[in-house]
């Protein structure tokens, strides 16, 4: 009896000491994170920082899962620590970059993405540093990095499209019809490549062209609604207005907001 009672007190002060680590929960909470289950990563990061306050891989995977929950206030803090342990963490600051860009904050992100650009130069911060560029309507700084990011990698389908856009608020149609191009040469069943391409070519009154690429968006995505919106105005702009108007009415019935005013305009 006596024997057994000895036991049963080392079972106890046994499972009394036993306490799980702070690999442990980083563990858990990246598991967790990997099935978007973010909020019990987050739980579990947290505990794996109150064991270790300075274990900057779980800051940072807790800034992600922030992120991805849209508490972009929480996860700028999280990478605000990360760099504080780790300042020569180049992804620290473009993911710091990515959540002041959604914090509107595009000249605190072209910051941080320039700091990552001189830590580690690669293809997708020079891209992201253009498309805050352009939201502050620097298109000529955008198209800057845009070349560069092409530069270092010919085959990179957005940093065409972003430089395309960016030469298009410039008014070089030319110039963005040859980046849409470009996208299509790397995937043909980009709608939004055709659609973009079409437009620009609308500009330049190439209207059968602009309708050819409108057409192919709708054979890839029937749904869309802008493309049908926009080839029913070639089509009118070169005097098909029967079926210019069908095409705006179905541009209307999958919820164009443009669609009926421009009804009213050209086929009444």
């Known amino acids: 009896m006596k024997t057994t009672f000895f036991l ?7 499972l009394n000491c036993y306490s799980q680590t702070s690999e442990e929960f980083y563990n858990r909470g990246y598991s967790k994170a990997a099935t978007a289950d973010h909020q019990g990563a987050i739980a579990d ?20 899962s922030k992120g991805k929950l849209q508490d972009y206030r929480g996860a700028l803090e999280d990478f605000n620590k990360v760099i504080e342990i780790y300042p020569d963490f180049a992804m620290g600051y473009s993911d710091r970059a990515i959540i002041k860009h959604e914090l509107q904050d595009y000249r605190g992100a072209i910051a941080d993405y ?23 309507r620097d298109y000529q700084g955008a198209i800057v990095d845009f070349n560069k990011a092409i530069e270092i990698n010919p085959y990179y389908e957005a940093a065409y ?3 395309g856009y960016s030469k298009a608020v410039l008014q070089d149609h030319r110039g963005a019809i040859e980046d849409y191009s470009r996208v299509i040469e790397i995937n043909p069943e980009n709608p939004r490549a055709y659609c973009n391409r079409g437009v620009e070519k609308e500009f330049l009154k190439d209207y059968k062209g602009a309708i050819d690429d409108h057409t192919k968006t709708i054979a890839i995505n029937p ?8 080839r029913g105005l070639s089509k009118i702009a070169i005097g098909q207005k029967d079926n210019g108007c069908l095409d705006l009415s179905r541009a209307g019935e999958l919820g164009d907001s443009d669609a009926y005013s421009l009804i009213r305009k050209y086929c009444n």
């Open 8 to 14: 049963f007190l080392t079972v106890i002060s046994f």
């Open 45 to 64: 990061y947290s505990k794996a920082i109150e064991i270790n306050p300075n274990y900057g891989e779980a800051y940072y995977n807790r800034g992600l």
């Open 114 to 136: 320039s700091k990552a650009i001189e830590i580690n130069p690669n293809e997708v911060a020079y891209y992201s540093r253009g498309l805050s560029k352009n939201k502050l």
């Open 161 to 163: 499209f972003g430089r």
């Open 223 to 230: 749904k869309d609604d802008r493309a049908y919106l926009n």
